[in-house]
């Protein structure tokens, strides 16, 4: 019998389309699969499953009808809990929205509902996506299905487990500052930040509106296109939004795939690649054996230069706790979510504040109202708006000269849950290879690059592209996964240890 | 740029409206200070001459057609309220007992 949780996406919609398996099979494994090894996960906050097979049979119905349905009708999916969806509790991980159920839907989730794709449930995150580890989640850890004992990256950390564990085979994301990216790493899947503006956050809660993205996770290049393909497009609710065509990314790996890269120039980051030190050994040695691999199937590297990416990590952390703070200031205790009574109305949000935030919001609300006060908006908030200027000139002079850019995506293989929780700096420093990216509004993508030879424990390839060429992101992805999955024998997921089912 | 005092994480905390106690102010204080201290090498880099950035992709003069539209109904828009009454947010007193 076939083990469908295994599968990709292409191939359920495919083996969907010839009859081969419903809607209904998928799902109700999916959900099987969540019962046996979610309770060691905690990749997911809410099950839908009567939702989810509510939806698996109204799509089996109109295929038996022989109505023309969208391409990855009938797959499951996982939604991260920052994405309000009606009907459906969203927390986006944190106490003081806790048992909040959303009167409307998200831009996203109503295009995964027009693409009839039955929603498994939310998935786990770092409260309001303020993390690297899904550790600051108000519900607990999400576990990495590679070694419990490790974090899954966040703070998408549970939409990143959910795919590795084979929980669901595709899953919504979102990325301020690498947590698509950073958990695709960690986990060994595939994770993709469109270009800012490509994908509508409208119904997204917000963490850093400038800097915040949804984007698609998969275990293969092609399910993560697909998945892209859905959430992509202009939005009127998002004044943010482009008004342009969404990129061509399923050709795009469809091309890629073909492995051909010939003409292709490739710019390996010297300030994010570990020439300096702070990067893994087992790290570097992955990063360039597909290096390799890409020169074999005939692009050019070269090595730039992006200098003011020293400063990066410096003006996030200035301009992601204002916008916060600011984007916080809604929990209130009047219109949602938790109230702790305490005397007057003032009072009582302060309580209420007090209760329903973790200390990593306290830190960036306190950070961010401090940057931007009085007497220091000028040094804070204005110098780091000016190093966003830098980042982009780096970025554009970068991009004149090759066509996308490439480095590992975090310096270390996933550490242990608890090792950096009472050090803030040491946990955002995971973040220095994906930041400059949200900073700049350019797309990027991580995908597997094997197992760190000292650990055995996941590696990621980042691949960074000029605004609106998320397609090339695709193109040189789905090149280098199939030169490492034709060297491994197959996805490096299937060689993920056994969960204990219960 | 001076780093950050335990006075000045209670005065901030209390600008945010979150409550801190004694023992939220000493273990936050110290790790906010470490934190200030490494993202302040942010004014070291760019000079007068260089603008700031604001929005990654500037888009000017977002308007969408000015047609009414159905919105939330009242009874949905009031049912995550912590309380409600008489088709309103109800709240705690506003003013204090002597004002």
Redesign the interface.
């Known amino acids: 019998m076939t083990d469908w949780t295994r599968a990709s996406a292409a191939d359920m919609a495919a083996a969907m389309r010839r009859g081969e398996v419903t809607s209904v099979e998928l799902t109700r494994a999916h959900l099987e699969r969540i019962s046996a090894v979610d309770g060691d996960v905690h990749a997911f906050l809410h099950i839908d499953a009567d939702g989810a097979l509510a939806t698996a049979r109204e799509v089996d119905a109109a295929r038996d009808a022989g109505e023309e349905l969208p391409a990855l009708a009938g797959v499951p999916i996982a939604i991260k809990d920052v994405l309000v969806t009606e009907g459906l509790p969203t927390t986006a991980g944190s106490r003081i929205l806790e048992g909040?159920?959303?009167?409307?839907d998200g831009t996203v989730t109503k295009r995964i509902r027009a693409a009839r794709m039955p929603i498994l449930g939310k998935t786990n995150m770092d409260e309001f996506a303020m993390g690297s580890s899904t550790e600051h989640s108000g519900y607990g850890p999400t576990h990495n299905p590679w070694d419990l004992e490790r974090i899954p990256g966040g703070s998408g950390g549970g939409s990143a487990a959910a795919l590795a564990a084979f929980e669901a085979p595709l899953a919504v994301g979102s990325d301020t500052g690498g947590s698509i990216r950073q958990p695709a790493s960690v986990t060994a899947t595939v994770g993709v930040k469109p270009?800012?503006?490509g994908v509508s956050r409208f119904g997204a809660i917000a963490l850093a509106s400038?800097?915040d993205q949804l984007g698609p996770c998969g275990r293969t290049v092609l399910d993560t296109a697909l998945l892209h393909e859905v959430m992509a497009g202009h939005d009127?609710m998002d004044?943010?939004s482009?008004d342009e065509p969404v990129p061509p990314v399923v050709d795009a790996a469809h091309d890629g795939a073909r492995g051909d890269l010939s003409g292709v120039r490739i710019g390996v980051v010297k300030e994010i690649s570990g020439a300096d030190g702070g990067f893994q050994d087992g790290v570097k040695q992955r990063f360039e054996e597909s290096l390799e691999h890409l020169r074999s199937m005939g692009a050019e590297i070269v090595e730039v230069s992006c200098p003011?990416f020293e400063?990066a990590l410096?003006?996030y952390?200035?301009i992601l706790p204002s916008e916060a703070?600011s984007n916080l200031a809604k929990f209130?205790?009047?219109?949602?979510?938790?109230?702790v009574?305490k005397?007057?109305?003032?009072r009582?949000?302060?309580?209420t504040?007090?209760e329903g935030?973790g200390?990593e919001v306290?830190?960036r609300?306190?950070?961010g109202?401090?940057?931007l006060?009085a007497g220091?908006y000028d040094?804070?908030y204005?110098?780091?708006?000016?190093?966003?200027?830098?980042v982009?000139r780096d970025f554009d002079a970068a991009f004149a000269d090759v066509d996308v850019l490439v480095s590992p995506t975090t310096p270390t293989t996933p550490f242990k849950l608890g090792e950096r929780i009472d050090d803030?700096?040491a946990m955002?420093l995971n973040d220095i290879a994906t930041i400059p990216a949200?900073?700049?509004?350019?797309p990027g993508m991580s995908l597997p690059a094997g197992l760190a030879e000292e650990d055995g424990l996941p590696v990621g390839f980042q691949i960074l592209a000029p605004?609106r060429e998320d397609a090339r992101l695709y193109r040189v992805g789905a090149a280098l996964e199939r030169a490492l999955t034709d060297e491994w024998g197959g996805a490096l997921t299937a060689q993920a240890p056994e969960l204990e089912v219960k | 740029?001076s780093s950050?005092e335990r006075s000045?994480?209670a005065r901030?905390?209390?600008?945010?409206?979150?409550?801190?106690s004694d023992g939220?102010l000493d273990?936050?204080s110290g790790?906010?200070a470490?934190?200030?201290d490494?993202?302040?090498?942010?004014?070291?880099?760019?000079g007068e001459d260089?603008?700031?950035?604001?929005?990654?992709?500037p888009?000017s003069n977002?308007h969408?057609a000015d047609v009414v539209r159905p919105s939330?109904a009242q009874e949905?828009?009031l049912?995550?309220?912590?309380?409600a009454e008489d088709g309103r947010?109800r709240?705690?007193?506003?003013?204090?007992e002597d004002a």
């Open positions: 909040w159920i959303p009167p409307y270009t800012y503006g400038s800097l009127e004044a943010t482009l003011s400063y410096a003006a952390y200035v703070s209130d205790s009047v219109r949602f979510g938790m109230r009574e005397g007057n109305v003032e009582t949000m302060a309580a504040r007090a935030f200390d306290k830190r609300i306190i950070l109202t401090y940057a006060s220091y040094a804070y204005g110098s780091a708006q000016k190093v966003r200027t830098l982009q803030p700096m955002y949200n900073l700049a509004g350019i605004a | 740029m950050l000045d994480v901030l905390a209390a600008l945010a409206r979150i409550d801190m939220d273990r936050l790790q906010l470490v934190i200030v490494a993202v302040a090498k942010v004014a070291e880099v760019a260089v603008p700031a950035t604001s929005h990654p992709i888009l977002i969408r939330l949905a828009a049912a995550g309220a912590p309380e947010f709240v705690p007193q506003i003013l204090g």
